[in-house]
């Protein structure tokens, strides 16, 4: 399986603001040696609970965090984002076709007509027929919204997706109609996930391998099943024994 992500030794860390006295804050460690690697067409889980590092590791590897040492290595373009919050990823501004069109103009090569046909074919690709493409994201349900938001993340053939919790906010009907819309995408232009969660449950459902993280570091990594039924380390039997 040919990697599409490969993360070597990371050490991230942040600074606490400057004090009164102008003097730089203190400097903290968030991941700890962090190494893993994605291949091409998988789905891979990232659990633990909050404060564990999950969102700093995403961040990361999206380039939002400059301060850390480590190697990641993107074996095709950077990866896209799918967010938590399907209220707060769209802009209130844009109609759904604009936000859709914005990530096809920064990428290139796209006439205007060509782009009018992608945002359509997207639009169709996560259920949502061409007319959603005049409407503005407050007419739209939580469900609808993120739909938007993957087929944005999605519209550019994406190598990668990193999804940060992408159904918590959502109920859980609507929850199994996005995880079964991954899939598909999925399955349609060959993608990678990087699915975060702290639901253990829906990671089982999706996800074909599982990394467990713990203070930064990833303490146990294993295929979904072997993990699931035969689990090493405390925190990852913690985890489980609470999901039941």
Request: proline residues 4%; contains cysteine; charged residues 25%.
């Amino acid at each position: 399986m040919e990697p599409v992500l490969e993360v070597r030794n990371l050490n991230t860390y942040y600074t606490e603001g400057r004090s009164l006295f102008g003097q730089k804050g203190r400097r903290h460690q968030v991941l700890k040696d962090v190494s893993f690697t994605i291949g091409q067409g998988e789905i891979v889980g990232l659990v633990g609970e909050s404060g564990s590092g999950k969102t700093t590791l995403a961040r990361t590897i999206l380039g939002f965090v400059n301060d850390y040492e480590g190697q990641i290595i993107h074996h095709s373009d950077r990866p896209q984002m799918v967010f938590q919050d399907p209220f707060g990823s769209l802009n209130p501004s844009f109609t759904i076709g604009k936000i859709l069109e914005e990530p096809l103009i920064i990428k290139g090569g796209y006439t205007a007509a060509q782009r009018k046909d992608e945002v359509y074919e997207m639009l169709r690709q996560v259920g949502l027929d061409e007319s959603y493409a005049e409407r503005m994201p407050n007419e739209l349900s939580g469900g609808q919204r993120q739909r938007v938001s993957i087929a944005s993340a999605v519209i550019t053939k994406p190598k990668l997706v990193i999804a940060d919790e992408p159904v918590s906010a959502l109920d859980v009907t609507i929850q199994a109609q996005i995880l079964r819309l991954l899939v598909d995408l999925k399955k349609k232009y060959d993608l990678s996930y990087l699915f975060i969660s702290h639901d253990l449950n829906v990671v089982y459902q999706i996800c074909s391998r599982v990394l467990v993280m713990e203070g930064g570091s990833i303490v146990e990594q294993n295929d979904t099943d072997e993990l699931f039924k035969n689990p090493r380390h405390p925190y990852t039997k913690a985890l489980l024994k609470a999901a039941e």
